[in-house]
Every structure is written in structure tokens, then in C-alpha cells.
Nanobody
Framework: QVQLVESGGGLVQAGGSLRLSCAAS????????MGWFRQAPGKEREFVGA????????YYADSVKGRFTISRDNAKNTVYLQMNSLKPEDTAIYYC????WGNGVPISTEYDYWGQGTQVTVSS
């Protein structure tokens, strides 16, 4: 069983930055692909970005490409989402998820474990 705990959300003005963290309670964290998803009020959950177990070449949704960066620290069992140039439309609950296949893909059904989410609110 993998437990994921997100942190770092909050209220920020448009153009600002936040860094989300997701800590995993599993020894084999380095073998998991990790993804970030978000869900805005009244909308379906959508893919934000993902990183494979290797850590190279993260994959991003077009809506965040060039503004968000995913990284991982396997020594700390943690994956990060650095969010810059935030926009009001980035307002959502952000979830991290673990992919036991290690790939880190933009398909939510590939992820077996999910965190509880952290709220990000961007004011205009």
C-alpha cells in the first residue's frame, strides 16, 4: 500500500508561484511513475504532468507546458510540482498519484494510488 500526502497549496495572486510536494510512504518509490492531476469546481479531473521512474523528460499538459515543472527526489520519496506564472484558471485541487508500472503517463486509470489533494487558488 502506498500513501501519498500533498502539501504546498494555498492562495496566490496571478503571476505568482507555488511549489507542491507529494511525499510517498513506500520503500520502492524510485520504481513508481508519478503524476499530478487537478480538478476544478464543476469540472472533471484533468492531467497536469507526470514523470517516469527514471526521472527524465517529464510529460506535461499543453495548458501548463512552459510554466510547470515536475521533479522527483527518490532519496526523499518526494515528487514536486513547481508552478510559475500562475493563472486564475489554474485554480483547482491538485492530486498526486503513483503509477506502479513506472511509466508516468497522462492516463488517470494507470495510477493505483492517490493523495487527498491540496487546494490551489489563484486570484486575479
Amino acid at each position: 500500500q502506498v500513501q501519498l500526502v500533498e502539501s504546498g497549496g494555498g492562495l496566490v495572486q496571478a503571476g505568482g508561484s507555488l511549489r507542491l510536494s507529494c511525499a510517498a510512504s513506500v520503500r520502492t518509490f524510485s520504481m513508481y511513475g508519478m503524476g499530478w492531476f487537478r480538478q476544478a469546481p464543476g469540472k472533471e479531473r484533468e492531467f497536469v504532468g507526470a514523470i517516469s521512474w527514471r526521472g527524465g523528460s517529464p510529460y506535461y499538459a499543453d495548458s501548463v507546458k512552459g510554466r510547470f515543472t515536475i521533479s522527483r527526489d527518490n532519496a526523499k520519496n518526494t515528487v514536486y510540482l513547481q508552478m510559475n506564472s500562475l493563472k486564475p484558471e489554474d485554480t483547482a485541487i491538485y492530486y498526486c498519484a503513483a503509477d506502479p508500472w513506472g511509466n508516468g503517463v497522462p492516463i488517470s486509470t494507470e495510477y493505483d494510488y492517490w493523495g487527498q489533494g491540496t487546494q490551489v487558488t489563484v486570484s486575479s
